[in-house]
């Protein structure tokens, strides 16, 4: 009997294996062995009865000790671990199954007590990526895996090709694992398999880079996502989209910078420029010999994973001289393909090597008569797996054709949940499941906490073909749709209380099935109700894998299929669901604001103060976009009342950014910073999805880009670049791209170059335009290019600075982007002044200043009234230095009345200037002096250093 408190053994070893408990770790000759947890925890209990049998049900009660699990999630786990051992290779046999017991650890094992003082083998590669684990050892490829990494280091491009089951992405995997080391920015694995709309192909090469799609055309943020970084791109299972991975992987592979590899697995070519070719052998079997002995065909790789196969289903199996011939026939006849040998292998605990033989003989005859024009190891894998097809029990024939609906990867409780029966128990489903893993006709991943299974792209066609010959893919299609509608339905529950990076690492697996089931439910034969729900239900995974420009494709698709029979809580949803993709992807256009309105009137009718609160500042982001500040005050109004009626104070908190951010641009400083600063000291930062996505961005990292901009214009200087520098770690810390964005624009950029710290904005600008790259969305990009045009100005490069600056605003313009363009627009007059375009740049500034007063953006109005003064002086005309002094005495006192510190000590400096040149310096003391004392610690501030060089008589012009 095994008691729950046994003594924990000490480091371990045997044969080539060392096993050290502390650490949890297997190694096999000093290189750590990669095993999921679970199969760690078997060989450690297994291990510390060594010798002893220990029953299945206290192995499970070790191992799971607080979970129900059926005895067939055991068998997996088991036969992963003998997989990993190489159970049954070269004689050696650790685990044994004792036939209605349980399991024993039979290798001879040497013991360590004391702690081990030798070094512990290095893990595996820190290198971030989403890669399948290798296997711990690859029969036959040896040589090859080296070779294909050596390749793909030099050409950058290498597509491995060969015929279904030979073993291309086994090989592949184990090639990214190997030059893991030289990829600095990951590795990224995309499982085609699943895909069955071509369209996708760019979605599911973004989700695997963690890339958002936040526009209809994927590749430039793809490109923008590879360019400039050390990263493995692995495309695998590429024959059923080959047209939309070629032209994907050219393009990739052309402009995607030259740290991008790719590596895909085909059975055809790509035929694509920079594309490598390496054609995958089979493995090799002896030739025919009638004298074959064990050991001779032992030196041969067909026939060693055959034996190590069947070690693993056969305890005690080993090759001897009287076999040698025949199973060495068998691995001739199966091709060498590998996924063959491996199922023909699993059969021999029920038939022996003899009978296998001779069964598979007369299938093989009956099978390949009248099939010449077929490729011949195409032939053999299909009547391999008809045969064997043939060999399985009717329930589980059943169970393999049903589970060939799902896409992807899977759980047990996916299948259970699929297979249609009568008979059907989840007992039975699950030892379904074990057995068709053990047969290898179903591929099971055990290295995470729940395991999942899978189809290999050969046994699902096969699997599909049994499935519509049966006449049931109808019913299973259905069934799988109304499955999934109801996975993501719990799915968005847990989304309402999960932390979301753990919720999207729980679902993300999800996003295949919810394809495949749209695809069915939209489809003419499909069910356009149930794929209504699975849009509305799929919402959350497209937020939190950015797939923005696919979501509002199917929202789209599901609001073109409803009419007014369904409910208008529905209704409601799909066009909140719409204006946010449309608000992401192409911006403030009026088709935003309808979705928003008619949102807002469904909620409206139905009192829905959730969905009235989203759409109201849908309205009031498009408002403000549009500079029309007054409209966009009463929305926030609007927001701040409904918010008032709902117990969460956060809704208030955000009303207060709202209002505190227009105060802000009409002029209201002291007003905006007192909503702003309530907003930030009250607001608690949601960790869920469903909370993230209710008004797209970080809200309180948003209210804090204010507040910094605020602090700067009162003169706190200080405090509004620690502001800065937090809130940017902040965004940071986060990983969020989005707010990183808008943190860079709103308050980063402009701050720094207010403050003219040019290594500052220098760092914060090439930071927005890389990120604003990787994603392609205009709109930052725009922003970039801005700022980028200002900083050569005020670099020195005045033609390049200009050029970016007048291409920019043209782009801004464009899509009627009013926010921060005057600011631009009269950076661009101060460039075309110093370039001596002095009619242009005047132009500039007077369209500056009647869209501030047109649209009551005060809050810059006096720097542009500052510039008309020093504008006038340029001018040189007859009347230059009272109208200068006009103007300027204007932005002072705008400046004071907003109570906006810096723009008065600039005005103040620009007057002083003026008067100065009047002998009036005793003015322009009295002026000055009091402004530098209320700067306080910001003195060390340029502007500062500016007005105290201007007192000592230093100072230049400002355009000197």
Excluded at 262 to 279: Q, Y
Aim: hydrophobic residues 45%; glycine residues 6%.
């Amino acid at each position: 009997m095994i008691e729950q408190d046994a003594p924990s053994v000490g480091q371990v070893r045997f044969g080539p294996f060392t096993y050290l408990p502390a650490q949890q770790l297997l190694a096999e000759n000093g290189t750590v062995v990669n095993l999921g947890s679970r199969a760690r925890a078997i060989l450690f209990v297994l291990l510390e009865h060594h010798g002893e049998v220990v029953t299945k049900a206290q192995l499970i009660q070790r191992v799971w000790p607080e979970t129900f699990v059926e005895e067939a999630n055991l068998r997996v786990h088991i036969a992963a671990l003998r997989r990993a051992l190489g159970d049954g290779q070269e004689g050696r046999r650790y685990i044994v199954n004792i036939s209605g017991r349980g399991y024993s650890f039979v290798f001879p094992v040497e013991r360590e007590d004391a702690p081990p003082t030798r070094e512990t083998p290095p893990g595996p590669s820190p290198v971030p990526s989403n890669l399948p684990p290798a296997l711990s050892r690859i029969v036959g490829r040896a040589a090859t895996v080296p070779y294909i990494a050596s390749l793909l280091r030099e050409q950058r491009f290498v597509s491995l090709v060969g015929p279904g089951g030979i073993g291309k992405s086994t090989v592949a995997i184990a090639v990214a694992h190997e030059t893991a080391p030289g990829f600095s920015d990951g590795i990224c694995f995309v499982d085609l398999s699943a895909l069955s709309d071509p369209q996708l192909v760019p979605a599911a090469v973004a989700a695997a880079l963690g890339v958002g799609l936040l526009t209809e055309a994927p590749m430039q943020s793809l490109i923008a996502a590879t360019r400039s970084r050390r990263r493995l791109l692995l495309l695998d299972s590429c024959e059923h989209v080959i047209d939309a991975v070629s032209t994907l992987a050219e393009e990739l592979f052309a402009k995607g910078g030259e740290g991008l590899h790719i590596l895909a697995t085909t059975r055809e070519p790509l035929r694509v420029r920079g594309e490598r070719i390496h054609r995958l052998s089979s493995l090799d079997a002896p030739p025919p010999s009638e004298h074959l002995t064990s050991a001779e065909a032992l030196q041969y790789p067909a026939v060693q994973l055959f034996v190590e196969r069947a070690a693993a289903t056969l305890n005690g199996f080993r090759l001897i001289d009287s076999e040698a011939s025949v199973v060495a026939d068998l691995c001739r006849r199966l091709d060498g393909i590998a996924l063959a040998i491996e199922i023909a292998a699993g059969r021999v605990e029920s038939l022996g090597v003899a009978g296998l033989a001779s069964r598979l003989d007369d299938r093989f005859r009956l099978q390949l008569q009248g099939r010449r024009t077929a490729l011949r190891r195409h032939q053999t894998l299909s009547t391999l797996l008809d045969w064997s097809y043939t060999l399985l029990p009717p329930f589980e024939q059943l169970v393999l054709r049903q589970l060939a609906v799902l896409a992807g990867n899977f759980t047990v409780d996916d299948a259970m949940a699929i297979v249609a029966d009568d008979e059907a128990t989840d007992e039975k489903v699950v030892n379904a499941l074990a057995n068709l893993v053990e047969k290898s006709l179903i591929a099971a991943d055990v290295h995470g906490s729940q395991a999942r299974y899978r189809l290999l792209d050969m046994t699902r066609a096969y699997a599909a073909l049994k499935l519509a010959e049966s006449g049931k893919l109808e019913l299973l299609r259905r069934r799988h749709a109304e499955i999934f509608r109801d996975t993501l339905d719990r799915a968005a529950l847990a989304w309402a209380v999960q932390p979301a990076p753990e919720w999207t690492r729980d679902h993300r697996h999800l996003i295949d099935n919810a394809r495949a089931a749209l695809e069915w439910a939209f489809s003419p034969g499909g069910d356009p109700e149930i794929g209504v729900a699975l849009t509305l239900g799929t919402v959350p995974l497209w937020f939190q894998l950015q797939l923005i420009a696919e979501a509002h494709g199917q929202v789209r698709m599901a609001l073109a299929r409803i009419d007014s029979s369904h409910c208008d809580w529905v209704q409601m949803r799909l066009q909140a669901a719409l204006a946010w993709s449309l608000m992401q992807i192409r911006g403030q256009v009026e088709e935003t604001r309808v979705a928003w309105q008619r949102t807002l009137d469904l909620a409206e009718s139905l009192d829905d103060t959730d969905y009235q609160l989203r759409a109201l500042w849908g309205l009031w982001s498009y408002r403000l976009n549009r500079s029309q500040f007054h409209e966009a005050l009463d929305l926030a109004h609007h927001f701040a009342d409904v918010a008032a009626r709902r117990s969460d104070l956060n809704d208030s908190h955000i009303g207060h950014r709202m209002i505190g951010y227009i105060l802000h641009l009409l002029g209201r400083q002291a007003e905006a910073r007192q909503h702003i600063e309530r907003m930030v000291n009250g607001y608690v930062v949601p960790v869920t999805g469903d909370q993230i996505i209710r008004f797209v961005f970080e809200q309180k990292v948003l209210a804090r880009c204010f507040l910094a901009r605020i602090l700067w214009l009162q003169g706190s200087f200080d405090a509004a670049m620690a502001e800065v520098d937090d809130i940017v770690a902040v965004a940071e810390a986060a990983d969020d791209r989005l707010s990183l964005c808008q943190v860079l624009v709103q308050a980063a950029c402009p701050v720094a170059l207010f403050a003219d710290d040019m290594p500052r904005a220098r760092r914060f600008i090439t930071r927005l335009v890389d990120e604003s790259a990787r994603d392609g969305i205009e709109f930052w990009q725009v922003w970039g290019q801005c700022f980028a045009g200002v900083m050569a100005v005020r670099e020195g490069n005045l033609p390049s600075g200009i050029k970016h600056l007048g291409d920019a605003l043209g782009r801004l313009r464009s899509i009627a982007y009013g926010v921060y363009y005057s600011v631009f627009l009269a950076e661009y007059a101060q460039a075309l002044a110093k370039a001596n375009e002095l009619e242009r740049a005047n132009t500039c500034l007077a369209e500056a200043l009647t869209r501030s007063e047109e649209n009551e953006e005060r809050w810059f109005v006096p720097e542009l009234r500052r510039l008309s003064g020093e504008f006038a002086l340029l001018a040189n005309g007859p009347d230059a230095a009272d109208e200068a002094e006009r103007h300027v005495t204007q932005a002072l006192e705008m400046a004071r009345e907003q109570q906006a510190l810096f723009w008065e000590i600039k005005a103040a400096i620009s007057l002083a200037r003026l008067w100065q040149t009047q002998g009036r310096a005793a003015e322009a003391e009295a002026l000055l002096s009091p402004l530098i004392h209320r700067c306080g610690s910001g003195g060390d501030q340029a502007v500062v250093r500016e007005a105290t060089e201007l007192l000592s008589g230093t100072a230049r012009g400002l355009f000197a």
